[in-house]
T-cell receptor, first 112, second 111 residues
Framework: QKEVEQNSGPLSVPEGAIASLNCTYS??????FFWYRQYSGKSPELIMS????GDKEDGRFTAQLNKASQYVSLLIRDSQPSDSATYLC????????????FGSGTRLQVQP | NAGVTQTPKFRILKIGQSMTLQCTQD?????MYWYRQDPGMGLKLIYY???????DKGEVPNGYNVSRSTTEDFPLRLELAAPSQTSVYFC??????????FGPGTRLTVL
């Protein structure tokens, strides 16, 4: 089992819809979770961080964390074509390594 | 603030050549990282540093070396380049092991 898993996609949604991106992780003791957006040919850009169970909202983005089920998700409301990118989930695993572990990313396509 | 800067942006190496990828940050972050990203794949951690003089291996350290003599700089050295090292290399920095900020990347091709 991969330490951080994401469906590679592509996830295709129509403009204006809600895009739901999911991520599962293997280490129950993990405490810090992050979502990054990466446009093609560009570097990852941090969009959300979440540390506690529940929802965290920032504009059109909502991160959801469920530590008991070991998943974290990202909802994008009113999806726009400019949201088309790869979304990377990153987790600070409780392994002693002082770095984030990244999933392989989910490619999102928002159709105009 | 420039954030995290990387040089060069692009480089083509011949098999067996060596080079150093430069990374500098001006945010006074104590943690710095090197990742590689192969096409269509996620980020793989090569090396990281939690402060000047302290470095540690990540998931894929073979074929690479690092040093950290200052807070600002974290160069990555490739010795005896191989085609398997063709990738995009990203440097990142953070306060502790938290939100990481990435540089623009170096696209390396080994022929």
């Amino acid at each position: 089992q991969k330490e951080v898993e994401q469906n590679s996609g592509p996830l295709s949604v129509p403009e204006g819809a809600i895009a739901s991106l999911n991520c599962t992780y293997s280490d129950r003791g993990s405490q810090s979770f992050f979502w990054y957006r990466q446009y093609s040919g560009k570097s990852p850009e941090l969009i959300m961080s979440i540390y506690s169970n529940g929802d965290k909202e920032d504009g059109r983005f909502t991160a959801q964390l469920n530590k008991a089920s070991q998943y974290v998700s990202l909802l994008i409301r009113d999806s726009q074509p400019s949201d088309s990118a790869t979304y990377l989930c990153a987790v600070k695993l409780n392994t002693g390594r002082r770095a984030l572990t990244f999933g392989s990313g989910t490619r999102l396509q928002v159709q105009p | 603030n420039a954030g995290v800067t990387q040089t060069p942006k692009f480089r083509i190496l011949k098999i067996g050549q060596s080079m150093t990828l430069q990374c500098t940050q001006d945010m006074n972050h104590n943690y710095m990282y090197w990742y590689r990203q192969d096409p269509g794949m996620g980020l793989k951690l090569i090396y990281y540093s939690v402060g000047a003089g302290i470095t540690d291996k990540g998931e894929v350290p073979n074929g690479y070396n690092v040093s950290r003599s200052t807070t600002e700089d974290f160069p990555l050295r490739l010795e005896l380049a191989a085609p398997s090292q063709t990738s995009v290399y990203f440097c990142a920095s953070s306060y502790a092991a938290a939100e990481q900020f990435f540089g623009p990347g170096t696209r390396l091709t080994v022929l």
